[in-house]
């Protein structure tokens, strides 16, 4: 079993910065991937960004403000938040792939997430 725990949620005026962190704890093999989704209130859950290897993908509202970053020693994701907008407003969530054994099935795991309010 894989636990992700959130951390640097907060409130924030428009035009701040934050930085959120999530380490992984428990048996853990091997990572494959490991990012960020977040849900505002009446909207579904949406991509922030994500790192699988060497590929980096982030939702198209983010790009060129936000920045994932991964610690790979630690087993850490961070999220570095510029340029906040009040539509960033959300509970932010942590993902990652594990895989227990070399070519065995990756499980899904998910943080319990953290909010991000922007806000004047």
């Known amino acids: 079993q894989v636990q992700l725990v959130e951390s640097g949620g907060g409130l924030v005026q428009p035009g701040g910065s934050l930085r959120l962190s999530c380490a992984a704890s428990g048996r853990l093999f091997r990572i494959t991937a490991m990012g960020w989704y977040r849900q505002a209130p009446g909207k579904e859950r949406e991509l922030v960004a994500m790192q699988r290897g060497s590929s980096t993908n982030y939702g198209d509202s983010v790009k060129g403000r936000f920045t994932v970053s991964r610690d790979i020693g630690k087993n850490t994701v961070y999220l570095q938040m510029n340029s906040l907008k009040p539509e960033d407003t959300a509970v932010y969530y942590c993902?990652?792939?594990?895989?227990?054994?070399?070519?065995?099935?990756?499980?899904?795991?998910w943080g319990q997430g953290t909010q991000v309010t922007v806000s004047s």
């Open positions: 993902y990652a792939d594990h895989s227990a054994s070399l070519g065995g099935t990756e499980w899904s795991f």
